[in-house]
């Protein structure tokens, strides 16, 4: 692959920035991992996750059984951080309009069988997947790769005394990984109302996900007349 895109070339790069993303959240936070073996163990696959803290994307790498390469926007690219996220594989992208190294390198992640991992949402929110933009179910659709819903939960609850824009250290956080689904509806269209119908489709699972995974880790009060899930469910 292409420098721009730089997931191929940095293949091994994204092993190694998994295992520094281990060292950190395992040493600096108790994260709580639920379902990892819902991600399938070869293949392409997406990875959506929800996103209410800047903390959320490293979690996901040091947590998933599997190396990630991340969609992030371009402001994170500076300084020093530029060439280290090149270098553990992770893609630069432009939120100001259609960026095609972006998407090429996406697409050729997912072409040599790699995972990657996208913010649906496009920014840092409530992380509820309350409104999705539209490339997560072009790239779900273009490549046919199963899309696996991530929950991180507990990362934005609280703030660390020591240091304010962290989540307080040694502290729980939950990542729920949920069933891997397809998000196209076999036709194989890319029209605009595929994608549109696609969105539709995923946006219903991804919230599923979620409400099922604060249900479950107990974050969330259970719906009346339903059987609470637990930990177990997920092991």
Same mark, same amino acid.
């Given at each position: 692959?292409?420098?721009?895109?730089?997931?191929?070339?940095?293949?091994?790069?994204?092993?190694?920035?998994?295992?520094?993303?281990?060292?950190?959240?395992?040493?600096?936070?108790?994260?709580?991992?639920?379902?990892?073996?819902?991600?399938?163990?070869?293949?392409?696959?997406?990875?959506?996750?929800?996103?209410?803290?800047?903390?959320?994307?490293?979690?996901?790498?040091?947590?998933?059984?599997?190396?990630?390469?991340?969609?992030?926007?371009?402001?994170?690219? @500076?300084?020093?951080? =530029?060439? !280290?996220?090149? #270098?553990? &594989?992770?893609?630069?992208?432009? /939120?100001?309009?259609? +960026?095609?190294?972006?998407?090429?390198?996406?697409?050729?992640?997912?072409?040599?069988?790699?995972?990657?991992?996208?913010?649906?949402?496009?920014?840092?929110?409530?992380?509820?997947?309350?409104?999705?933009?539209?490339?997560?179910?072009?790239?779900?659709?273009?490549?046919?790769?199963?899309?696996?819903?991530?929950?991180?939960?507990?990362?934005?609850?609280?703030?660390?005394?020591?240091?304010?824009?962290?989540?307080?250290?040694?502290?729980?956080?939950? @990542?729920?990984?949920? =069933?891997? !689904?397809?998000? #196209?509806? &076999?036709?194989?269209?890319?029209? /605009?109302?595929?994608? +549109?119908?696609?969105?539709?489709?995923?946006?219903?699972?991804?919230?599923?996900?979620?409400?099922?995974?604060?249900?479950?880790?107990?974050?969330?009060?259970?719906?009346?007349?339903?059987?609470?899930?637990?930990?177990?469910?997920?092991?």
């Amino acid at each position: 692959m292409s420098e721009a895109g730089g997931a191929t070339a940095s293949a091994s790069g994204a092993a190694v920035g998994r295992r520094i993303g281990i060292g950190l959240m395992y040493g600096l936070w108790k994260p709580r991992v639920l379902g990892a073996w819902r991600v399938p163990a070869a293949g392409p696959v997406i990875m959506a996750v929800n996103h209410s803290h800047n903390v959320d994307g490293p979690m996901l790498m040091g947590t998933a059984p599997r190396p990630v390469h991340f969609l992030i926007k371009q402001e994170a690219f @500076v300084g020093p951080l =530029d060439p !280290f996220l090149r #270098g553990i &594989g992770q893609l630069k992208v432009d /939120r100001s309009g259609p +960026d095609r190294t972006a998407i090429t390198g996406a697409l050729e992640v997912l072409e040599h069988g790699g995972v990657l991992g996208i913010f649906p949402e496009g920014t840092r929110g409530e992380g509820d997947f309350a409104s999705l933009r539209a490339g997560l179910a072009y790239f779900a659709v273009r490549s046919g790769a199963p899309i696996v819903p991530v929950a991180v939960l507990g990362s934005a609850e609280r703030r660390s005394r020591a240091i304010r824009a962290l989540p307080p250290l040694r502290s729980r956080v939950d @990542v729920v990984f949920g =069933d891997a !689904f397809e998000a #196209g509806d &076999g036709s194989g269209r890319r029209t /605009r109302t595929a994608l +549109d119908q696609a969105t539709v489709r995923i946006q219903e699972r991804l919230a599923a996900h979620l409400a099922d995974a604060r249900r479950l880790t107990g974050r969330h009060g259970v719906i009346p007349g339903e059987t609470p899930r637990t930990p177990r469910d997920f092991e």
